[in-house]
């Protein structure tokens, strides 16, 4: 800690200019990240930032903390390398939908099965902004870029989905326009013990501009937005006479909110593993919204711990004594004096 | 029988299927022979394949060991006597023997079925043949009195079957004068929650032996005196071991926790087991989900303060080598080691090969220099494992070890050091109160300094865009990168000038020819040189450690020979390296073969080079 007085959101702003688009949703990310950083009490020498590649992964540059700005995809195993050697410190990773899913999917399954405590913001924009507007892996299939001008046939990554399918400890979704939301739900991922993934729509405003206007325009969001709340039940549309979700043997329906049962409505939990697979799907189907908040956690045992439990169940051999039976094993001999 | 004749040196060659303990075998036979005081150098030869069908000439598994009571630097040329269990071994490794050897083969291993495993003739006579070309057979039913001998045990055939081994080590300690003491020991400890099995290998063994002195199959008995080794306490010690215990130490010399990250490959998988195994040490081992993840991971742990070392083999050397030009641009201290095996590709993943020098020179994009060491055996590797490390950390960079099969798997007598022999490692790390931290400002060696997370008012952010020079902050200006690209290298360059004198390490120290070795065809050139040398030839052999930097007196030593010959397992990675940057006609001797040079082969290289200059 500082010590005259606590941090403050300025002290975690570096003296490098911001250079993203202007208009981009990544500002507005940024300063959600830099005021929740003092309001969480994290020191800047005891937090790290590590990033991949692509417009997301500027982001530790201007992050008065430690900061590494990696190689494509890569951020989450370095990430893995600094916790099991650190776990004092407090790890950030930023990366997106094409470093984290499409070059890195391959260590984000492997960090979220392992569970160590970190929290990953995944800049989500359905596009590669930086290499200039090629489809990502979560591009919507016929999307018209200038890598698939008949439009991408490939499939969509559900990053949910995903993340469930990889054991994932936690995961929440937001977006970059709903600033309170988003520093809520950082919130959340912080205090989550295990790796919490944090999945935040992003709106890239010169190549795949609008992307998440469903989700964010006065117009269509009650309709489209599902806030998940620990506890409350799941509504949406018409804030006078809302929709509510119901569960009824693992099929999923609505009813009216004023004419229904309360006893019928599904109340949130995101402990509830079959219904987080549920939720993660639910908006496969149009007629339904698409759940923002935490979709699921679970308390698992995380990484560094049980590597810490193991090593505390080992006598230390740290002694110079030590080392020279090492060297010497245990069959050796003298020639000579 | 008469006493045991004395020889200065003898090669043992133990082969037989996969399944049947042939490498087991070997290592009792060579703990044996390294605690008789015999100088020492193996080779231990398996197939890729786990288990490749039983009987067949590809699941031959071999275990050669050279020993004697004078220096010996190579696992042997010619074999001495080979140990041949079924026909596959004995059709395979029969012309490894020198002329008028000694083979001891299984005769119950040679019978049709064998032979046709083997894809032989069915009526093939493989032991008269053998006779006819003139070597001494001794025939022995060694499947048969294994089985005789355990007679009385409850345990199954196959179980039984199994000691064969154990028979055969112990007809072999009785035909060259060893104790079985040490094996068992070793038995004992091994199966000792199996007493029977425990029992019917100590059974197996004492009758191999008993055997011997009891049977009249046997001309000659051997025994190879203690050599005459300088004086100290030695271990007979792998190339993977003792590069790891290298490691090991070298954390403990600069008070750092190390972090080891790997995938399993062959032949380097050895490390990571110990590693694994090696927590009381303070040894973070990680097994990543791949090369890079195993290489970033290191880097990510490298930033945190920790001595990071990963290691793979060609192929896992390729994947890393993206994350490798992270660690030039970042600077940080990170190891990695490459134990070099047959390539391109998959190649020949259990044989030995040196064709990854070209790639840990140049194998990477933009101008990414970085030191390279190698080692020259397997005692070779605990020095070369600390240097690196000590390397690292001092300089701030990642520096690459070439390893090979050879070395990784061989093994050695080593006149080990005291911890407190070895030097201390000072890594540059920036503390909090040294006042102002300049992420990307020099000491007069060229190197940066290292501020670890946790460092209060240190807090800075580095990454893999060319930086501007001392505050690091992202930059694209033409002259700053011309600056850095520069910085980079000389930082590099410097790290030669802590290297001591170059000299020539047996032989003729001027004029003649000059051989110039590196890795791990140091053995094979050194006894060639010795003998040729003796023989009034004037040659001498120079051996490479710092494939980069070069050592700067390397230049006035090669200028005092007239010729130069570069022998290599590849086709001339270091000559074209020695041509360009000596500007010296040197020339290669060069085999890709996955087995090591015989020093018959130098030998052989040197004369014609001789003749040609006559």
């Given at each position: 800690m500082k010590d005259e007085q606590p941090y403050t959101s300025k002290d975690f702003a570096t003296d490098q200019e911001v250079r993203w688009c202007p208009g981009c949703g990544d500002y507005g990310i940024l300063k959600q990240v830099r005021d929740l950083m003092p309001e969480l009490g994290l020191e800047r020498e005891k937090t790290v930032f590590i990033s991949g590649i692509g417009c997301s992964s500027r982001f530790p540059y201007y992050m008065n903390t430690y900061g590494l700005h990696s190689i494509h995809g890569r951020a989450t195993s370095l990430a893995t390398g600094l916790k099991m050697t650190r776990s004092d410190l407090s790890v950030w990773i930023i990366t997106g939908d094409g470093d984290g899913m499409s070059i890195g999917g391959n260590h984000l399954i492997h960090l979220l099965r392992r569970n160590p405590n970190v929290n990953i913001l995944l800049f989500n924009n359905e596009i590669y902004g930086l290499t200039k507007g090629q489809f990502s892996?979560?591009?919507?299939?016929?999307k018209h870029t200038r890598s698939s001008p008949w439009g991408t046939v490939d499939h969509p990554f559900n990053l949910s989905a995903l993340a469930l399918g990889a054991d994932a400890s936690f995961f929440a979704r937001t977006v970059d326009r709903e600033s309170k939301h988003l520093r809520e739900t950082l919130r959340q991922a912080h205090e989550h013990k295990g790796a919490s993934l944090v999945e935040i729509y992003q709106n890239?405003?010169?190549?795949?501009?609008?992307?998440f206007s469903a989700f964010t325009d006065k117009a269509h969001k009650q309709q489209n937005v599902l806030h998940l709340e620990q506890g409350a039940p799941l509504s949406f549309g018409d804030p006078e006479n809302p929709s509510v979700l119901t569960w009824k043997n693992g099929a999923v329906g609505t009813v009216e909110r004023e004419t229904s049962?309360?006893?019928s409505h599904w109340i949130h939990d995101p402990y509830d593993r079959a219904k987080a697979h549920a939720l993660s799907r639910l908006?496969?189907?149009?007629?339904y919204p698409r759940p923002f908040g935490v979709l699921f956690k679970e308390d698992r045992a995380v990484y560094e711990e049980l590597l810490a439990e193991q090593e505390r169940g080992i006598a230390p051999k740290r002694t110079e004594e030590d080392l020279d039976a090492l060297i010497s094993g245990d069959a050796y001999w003298q020639v000579g004096q | 029988m008469a006493a045991p004749k004395d020889l200065t040196k003898a090669t043992v060659l133990f082969a037989g299927d996969s399944g049947d303990g042939m490498q087991l075998t070997g290592g009792q036979f060579t703990q044996t022979t390294a605690l008789s005081g015999n100088d020492l150098n193996t080779f231990p030869d398996f197939p890729a394949e786990i288990r490749a069908p039983a009987g067949t000439v590809p699941g031959v598994s071999g275990f050669k060991i050279h020993f004697g009571s004078a220096k010996v630097y190579t696992a042997g040329d010619q074999v001495d006597t080979l140990v041949a269990m079924n026909a596959a071994a004995l059709s395979s490794q029969m012309d490894q023997l020198k002329k008028g050897g000694m083979i001891i083969a299984n005769s119950n291993g040679m019978d049709a079925r064998n032979l046709r495993l083997a894809g032989l003739q069915e009526d093939r006579d493989l032991l008269g043949e053998a006779e006819k070309r003139g070597f001494e057979v001794v025939s022995v039913e060694i499947t048969r009195l294994t089985k005789e001998a355990l007679k009385d045990s409850a345990l199954s055939n196959k179980d039984k079957d199994r000691a064969k081994n154990m028979f055969t080590l112990g007809l072999v300690y009785w035909l060259y004068d060893r104790e079985l003491e040490r094996t068992e020991r070793f038995l004992e400890d091994r199966f000792a929650d199996r007493e029977d099995i425990q029992a019917a290998n100590l059974k197996a063994l004492r009758a191999g032996h008993h055997y011997g002195e009891t049977t009249e199959l046997f001309r000659n008995r051997f025994s190879v005196p203690p050599a005459d080794l300088p004086p100290g306490r030695y271990r007979n010690i792998k190339g993977n071991q003792a590069l790891s215990i290298g490691l090991i130490a070298a954390a403990h010399k600069s008070g750092l926790d190390l972090f080891y990250s790997g995938y399993p490959i062959t032949p380097a998988s050895d490390i990571l087991h110990e590693m694994a195994g090696s927590k009381a040490y303070g040894v973070h081992a990680f097994q990543a989900e791949d090369e890079i993840a195993a290489i970033t991971s290191a880097i990510g742990a490298a930033f945190g303060g920790s001595l990071a070392v990963t290691a793979s083999s060609g192929p896992g050397i390729a994947l890393k080598t993206e994350a490798l030009g992270l660690a030039v641009m970042l600077e940080l201290p990170l190891v990695v080691i490459n134990v070099q095996r047959g390539g391109p590709s998959t190649g020949l993943p259990t044989k030995t090969e040196q064709s990854d020098l070209g790639q840990a020179l140049f194998g990477r994009n933009g101008e990414a220099p970085l030191p390279v060491l190698s080692c020259a055996s397997p005692k070779d590797a605990f020095d070369v494992g600390f240097e690196a490390c000590k390397m690292a950390l001092e300089h701030m960079t990642p520096v690459m070890i070439l390893s090979d099969g050879y070395i990784a798997n061989g093994s050695e007598p080593w006149k080990f050091p005291s911890t407190s022999e070895l030097p201390d490692i000072q890594p540059p790390l920036h503390r909090a109160d040294d006042g102002e931290y300049v992420p990307y400002k020099r000491d007069e060696k060229g190197v940066r300094k290292w501020a670890v997370p946790g460092t209060r008012g240190a807090e800075h952010r580095i990454g893999g865009l060319e930086k501007q020079a001392e505050t690091g902050h992202v930059s694209y200006d033409s002259e700053n990168h011309q600056q850095m690209v520069r910085e980079r290298k000389e930082k590099v360059e410097r790290?030669?000038?802590?290297?001591s004198r170059q000299e020539v390490?047996?032989?003729?120290?001027?004029?003649?020819l000059l051989v110039i070795s590196w890795g791990s065809t140091y053995g094979a050139v050194r006894t060639a040189v010795e003998r040729m040398h003796k023989n009034g030839i004037s040659v001498g052999q120079y051996h490479l450690r710092h494939l980069h930097p070069l050592p700067s007196d390397l230049g006035d030593l090669i200028e005092r020979y007239d010729q130069w010959l570069v022998p290599e397992l590849n086709e001339g990675q270091l000559l074209q390296l020695i041509r360009s940057t000596y500007l010296v006609d040197a020339e290669g001797l060069n085999k890709v073969q996955g087995v090591p040079f015989t020093h018959g082969e130098v030998e052989e290289a040197i004369e014609r080079m001789i003749d040609k200059r006559e």
């Amino acid at each position: 800690m500082k010590d005259e007085q606590p941090y403050t959101s300025k002290d975690f702003a570096t003296d490098q200019e911001v250079r993203w688009c202007p208009g981009c949703g990544d500002y507005g990310i940024l300063k959600q990240v830099r005021d929740l950083m003092p309001e969480l009490g994290l020191e800047r020498e005891k937090t790290v930032f590590i990033s991949g590649i692509g417009c997301s992964s500027r982001f530790p540059y201007y992050m008065n903390t430690y900061g590494l700005h990696s190689i494509h995809g890569r951020a989450t195993s370095l990430a893995t390398g600094l916790k099991m050697t650190r776990s004092d410190l407090s790890v950030w990773i930023i990366t997106g939908d094409g470093d984290g899913m499409s070059i890195g999917g391959n260590h984000l399954i492997h960090l979220l099965r392992r569970n160590p405590n970190v929290n990953i913001l995944l800049f989500n924009n359905e596009i590669y902004g930086l290499t200039k507007g090629q489809f990502s892996p979560t591009s919507e299939q016929g999307k018209h870029t200038r890598s698939s001008p008949w439009g991408t046939v490939d499939h969509p990554f559900n990053l949910s989905a995903l993340a469930l399918g990889a054991d994932a400890s936690f995961f929440a979704r937001t977006v970059d326009r709903e600033s309170k939301h988003l520093r809520e739900t950082l919130r959340q991922a912080h205090e989550h013990k295990g790796a919490s993934l944090v999945e935040i729509y992003q709106n890239c405003n010169v190549f795949n501009d609008g992307t998440f206007s469903a989700f964010t325009d006065k117009a269509h969001k009650q309709q489209n937005v599902l806030h998940l709340e620990q506890g409350a039940p799941l509504s949406f549309g018409d804030p006078e006479n809302p929709s509510v979700l119901t569960w009824k043997n693992g099929a999923v329906g609505t009813v009216e909110r004023e004419t229904s049962d309360p006893e019928s409505h599904w109340i949130h939990d995101p402990y509830d593993r079959a219904k987080a697979h549920a939720l993660s799907r639910l908006s496969d189907d149009l007629a339904y919204p698409r759940p923002f908040g935490v979709l699921f956690k679970e308390d698992r045992a995380v990484y560094e711990e049980l590597l810490a439990e193991q090593e505390r169940g080992i006598a230390p051999k740290r002694t110079e004594e030590d080392l020279d039976a090492l060297i010497s094993g245990d069959a050796y001999w003298q020639v000579g004096q | 029988m008469a006493a045991p004749k004395d020889l200065t040196k003898a090669t043992v060659l133990f082969a037989g299927d996969s399944g049947d303990g042939m490498q087991l075998t070997g290592g009792q036979f060579t703990q044996t022979t390294a605690l008789s005081g015999n100088d020492l150098n193996t080779f231990p030869d398996f197939p890729a394949e786990i288990r490749a069908p039983a009987g067949t000439v590809p699941g031959v598994s071999g275990f050669k060991i050279h020993f004697g009571s004078a220096k010996v630097y190579t696992a042997g040329d010619q074999v001495d006597t080979l140990v041949a269990m079924n026909a596959a071994a004995l059709s395979s490794q029969m012309d490894q023997l020198k002329k008028g050897g000694m083979i001891i083969a299984n005769s119950n291993g040679m019978d049709a079925r064998n032979l046709r495993l083997a894809g032989l003739q069915e009526d093939r006579d493989l032991l008269g043949e053998a006779e006819k070309r003139g070597f001494e057979v001794v025939s022995v039913e060694i499947t048969r009195l294994t089985k005789e001998a355990l007679k009385d045990s409850a345990l199954s055939n196959k179980d039984k079957d199994r000691a064969k081994n154990m028979f055969t080590l112990g007809l072999v300690y009785w035909l060259y004068d060893r104790e079985l003491e040490r094996t068992e020991r070793f038995l004992e400890d091994r199966f000792a929650d199996r007493e029977d099995i425990q029992a019917a290998n100590l059974k197996a063994l004492r009758a191999g032996h008993h055997y011997g002195e009891t049977t009249e199959l046997f001309r000659n008995r051997f025994s190879v005196p203690p050599a005459d080794l300088p004086p100290g306490r030695y271990r007979n010690i792998k190339g993977n071991q003792a590069l790891s215990i290298g490691l090991i130490a070298a954390a403990h010399k600069s008070g750092l926790d190390l972090f080891y990250s790997g995938y399993p490959i062959t032949p380097a998988s050895d490390i990571l087991h110990e590693m694994a195994g090696s927590k009381a040490y303070g040894v973070h081992a990680f097994q990543a989900e791949d090369e890079i993840a195993a290489i970033t991971s290191a880097i990510g742990a490298a930033f945190g303060g920790s001595l990071a070392v990963t290691a793979s083999s060609g192929p896992g050397i390729a994947l890393k080598t993206e994350a490798l030009g992270l660690a030039v641009m970042l600077e940080l201290p990170l190891v990695v080691i490459n134990v070099q095996r047959g390539g391109p590709s998959t190649g020949l993943p259990t044989k030995t090969e040196q064709s990854d020098l070209g790639q840990a020179l140049f194998g990477r994009n933009g101008e990414a220099p970085l030191p390279v060491l190698s080692c020259a055996s397997p005692k070779d590797a605990f020095d070369v494992g600390f240097e690196a490390c000590k390397m690292a950390l001092e300089h701030m960079t990642p520096v690459m070890i070439l390893s090979d099969g050879y070395i990784a798997n061989g093994s050695e007598p080593w006149k080990f050091p005291s911890t407190s022999e070895l030097p201390d490692i000072q890594p540059p790390l920036h503390r909090a109160d040294d006042g102002e931290y300049v992420p990307y400002k020099r000491d007069e060696k060229g190197v940066r300094k290292w501020a670890v997370p946790g460092t209060r008012g240190a807090e800075h952010r580095i990454g893999g865009l060319e930086k501007q020079a001392e505050t690091g902050h992202v930059s694209y200006d033409s002259e700053n990168h011309q600056q850095m690209v520069r910085e980079r290298k000389e930082k590099v360059e410097r790290i030669a000038q802590g290297y001591s004198r170059q000299e020539v390490s047996c032989g003729s120290r001027e004029g003649g020819l000059l051989v110039i070795s590196w890795g791990s065809t140091y053995g094979a050139v050194r006894t060639a040189v010795e003998r040729m040398h003796k023989n009034g030839i004037s040659v001498g052999q120079y051996h490479l450690r710092h494939l980069h930097p070069l050592p700067s007196d390397l230049g006035d030593l090669i200028e005092r020979y007239d010729q130069w010959l570069v022998p290599e397992l590849n086709e001339g990675q270091l000559l074209q390296l020695i041509r360009s940057t000596y500007l010296v006609d040197a020339e290669g001797l060069n085999k890709v073969q996955g087995v090591p040079f015989t020093h018959g082969e130098v030998e052989e290289a040197i004369e014609r080079m001789i003749d040609k200059r006559e």
